[in-house]
Each structure stands twice: as C-alpha cells, then as structure tokens.
C-alpha cells in the first residue's frame, strides 16, 4: 500500500494520474464439435436444449457453474465460467456472476451447473444461490430465465419444475 501512495505522489508531482483501467476481453472457444441442429435458429426455447448443448459437463470430475449472457431475443452473448470447485460444491457470488452479464450487455441469463454424482436434484445451497441471483438480477434489470442441473444423461430445469 505504502508504494502505492509513494508512486501516486511521484506522479503527481509530475502532473500524471495514474489509475487502472478495466477493458473488458473476449475470446471464442469450442463448446461442441457436434453442433444440434436446432441450434440454426440460434436461440434458446426450451430448457432440454441448454441440456443437449452442455450435456457432456458430466464428463468433469468436478462441479462447474456457468452463466449463458443472453441477448432480447434468446441468443447467446457469451459463456462464464464463473466457478469450478469439488466433488460436490462450488463456490457463487452474486456479484461475480451479474458483473460479467453487466460487462457483456446481458438481457438475461441462464444458469447452469453440473452435479458429477450424476443426480440432478438441487441441493439446498442450489435453492438458495438461484433465489440470491433472481432477486440480484431483477434489482439491476438482468432476470435469471432457468437454472439447469446437469446430471447423468438428463437435468433438472428450475423454471420447468416452478423453483424460479
């Protein structure tokens, strides 16, 4: 901290502000090789065609959660990775996954996570973090569509089951 301040005065003695800035960047990665043909239409209308596109988180030994950044129209904006954790948790903040849907220009979002056990059902902590981020996301006008739980060869859809 003391560098800092002493960096700071260095610079303003040189009539220099200096302050990080955040730029935001992009890449593209492959999701799947095997593209579902629904998919032509480029938007998400059913819960099972999230499933179908993110069937093979199963395959990871660890619990992955995602966000999908939507556009008005269904569309996928952009991919977070917003946590990996253990066999059988992973740790979300609220505030980490709307900060990368502010920065992408997200109209919505939909979660999804794996359960490598292979058993879909939300625990309670699933319950309780997709409550925090619908009532997060209707304060800053990103509503959270569904939560999809992706187990073996089939999930859970929080907004088929009325949990959203």
Avoid at 4 to 13: A, G, L, M, V, Y
């Amino acid at each position: 901290m003391e560098n800092n301040i002493k960096e700071f005065i260095r610079d303003s003695r040189t009539k220099t502000l200096r302050l990080r800035v955040m730029k935001v960047v992009f890449s593209r990665e492959v999701i799947r090789e095997d593209w579902p043909a629904w998919s032509d239409a480029k938007r998400f209308s059913s819960p099972k065609q999230v499933f179908e596109m993110f069937r093979d988180l199963i395959l990871e030994t660890k619990e992955h959660f995602l966000a999908l950044h939507l556009d008005g129209k269904n569309r996928i904006v952009c991919l977070d990775r917003i946590a990996s954790g253990s066999l059988n948790q992973c740790v979300v903040h609220s505030r980490e996954v709307l900060k990368s849907a502010l920065l992408s220009s997200a109209a919505a979002i939909i979660l999804v996570h794996n359960h490598p056990t292979g058993d879909p059902t939300p625990s309670s902590e699933d319950l309780n973090i997709t409550n925090r981020l619908k009532e997060a996301g209707v304060l800053i006008g990103i509503p959270v569509l569904d939560h999809i739980i992706i187990g073996n060869g089939q999930y859970v859809s929080f907004s088929e089951r009325g949990l959203l």
